[in-house]
């Protein structure tokens, strides 16, 4: 079990963890339309109704496209796959995977992953969230964390 | 309200400047267009100057070179679009009759500012857990591929054209061609985009005068060229995912500007887009309605977006060979429209062109289809 704690890197906070290290990302909901969104935002761009609830988003989706990263800023360690995961709610997320890239399908189930991710400006570990393949789809393993750490 | 037209050109070569700065590039530029034009520098009643890293108050240095120090001058950050943005901001002033005579001019010294690719906001959501510029747009290319059924071997075509129309163009950045292997063979920046499949970092300045009709009339020399129409987008949010296969935004943009112009897109002649990627190309100009959806690659193969071919898309190189100093990117795309227009494409002339369409779209912010997009429609 990791030690690390602190998530503060991810601006907006779109991340919440629990003490037990368990945790979900956060969107907002349109209490009058039902549209969810991600990153969370202040006003709902279908209905433009203001006061949007904050809601935890669904652990599992699907991967709609993905990349291997091999040119990236300091402090992510390449190569690293990255896509964005269609959510049940009708939200795209765009997150690293944690799958061998040559793995990686367009539609493959996936699951939230709470884990390390990087350092914060001290130098502390940060906890951050990947999506691995989903229990049971049998694909992939873990892959190797893509971050320095 | 006033017609708009453009009057003068003029820009610098495209290429790593390492022994200059941005405001002896910008002053180049600058100076180039108004001789151009035959202008007195006096007449220049404002200025707009796009950027996006040439910190504060860029646009008014190069002004004090020029010796138009005095007049109104705002500088313009709009991402990749920031050059196009500021010619639409001179489009709006003479429209509105505030002036008659504007210069709009672009600049950036990026070879000073980055070393590898360009990412966005470090505190943008999406940057935070790995998101690369040429990540975005690789992972619209795998759904391209996906959906299309296209090839690597396809996309690689479109750095290739490219290049190609480059080494036609002295003040490009690349000056050789290259070969689809050589695309296939390069350096893995994002899968499946390869360092040939990216824009390369430039330095680099462009201008152009705009004036009112009545002023073309009396200033221009029998070579004005109308710009018809110059439109702006952002990118909506919107409450459903939507597919990476195409663009909205430039659809949307493209539609104001047709819309404006009188102009259907089939008699748009020959097309500047914002071609980051090699990809983006395909999606710039099926976005914009010159190709059918998931037709472009098949279009590119066939000769027809070459010069020379039915629908020519960046005579000048554009951005994959030209070069693409961020803020210099859309102005010189309207350089290079102007003097295909005015007949002066010299190895690159389009015969009989007498409209075309300058795309630009920049910008990453997470949650929406794209930051900032501009279409702009001149004729002759």
Known sequence: MTTATNYASFKPAVLHVTPEGTGHLIGTRCPTCGAHFFPPRAVCSRCLTEDLQTVGLSDAGTLYTFTVIHQSTPGFQIPYVLGYVDLPEGVRVLAQIGVAAEQARIGMPLDLSIEPFGEDKDGNPMLGYRFRPARGSGAGTPAAASVKE | ?????????????????????????????????????????????????????????????????????????????????????????????????????????????????????????????????????????????????????????????????????????????????????????????????????????????????????????????????????????????????????????THATARDAYERAGIAPEEVGFAEVHDCFSIAEALRVEGLGLFGRGEYLLAVERGDASLGGRMPVNPSGGLLGKGHPLGATGVAQVVELVRQLRGEGAERQIENATVGLAHCRGGKAAGVDGAACTVQILTR
């Open chain 2, 1 to 249: 309200m006033n017609d708009v037209y453009v009057i003068g050109v003029g820009m610098t070569r495209f290429a790593k400047h390492a022994d200059r700065d941005v405001v002896s590039l910008g002053t180049e530029a600058v100076r180039a267009a108004i001789k151009d034009a035959n202008l007195d520098p006096r007449r220049i009643e404002a200025a707009y100057c796009g950027h996006v890293f040439q910190g504060m108050a860029a646009g008014q240095r190069v002004l004090a070179q020029v010796g138009l120090a005095g007049i109104p001058l705002a500088n313009v950050e709009n991402a990749c679009s920031s050059g196009a943005t500021a010619i639409r901001e001179a489009y709006l002033a003479i429209r509105a009759q505030e002036c008659e005579v504007v210069l709009a001019f672009g600049m950036e010294h990026l070879t000073s500012k980055f070393k590898g690719a360009l990412t966005p906001d470090e505190d943008d959501p999406e940057a935070a857990v790995g998101l690369t510029m040429p990540g975005v747009y690789a992972m619209r290319a795998r759904r391209y591929m996906e959906e299309y059924g296209t090839t690597r071997e396809q996309l690689a075509l479109i750095p290739v054209k490219n290049r190609a129309h480059a080494a036609l163009n002295p003040l490009a950045q690349f000056q050789d061609r290259i070969a689809v292997k050589q695309v296939l063979e390069s350096r893995p920046i994002a899968d499946p985009l390869r360092l040939l499949d990216c824009s390369p970092i430039s330095d680099g300045a462009a201008a152009v005068i705009v004036t009112s009709d009545a002023a073309a009339r009396r200033l221009g020399g029998g070579r004005a060229i109308r710009l018809a129409a110059s439109s702006l987008r952002t990118g909506s949010v919107e409450p459903e995912p939507t597919s990476m296969s195409f663009e909205p935004l």
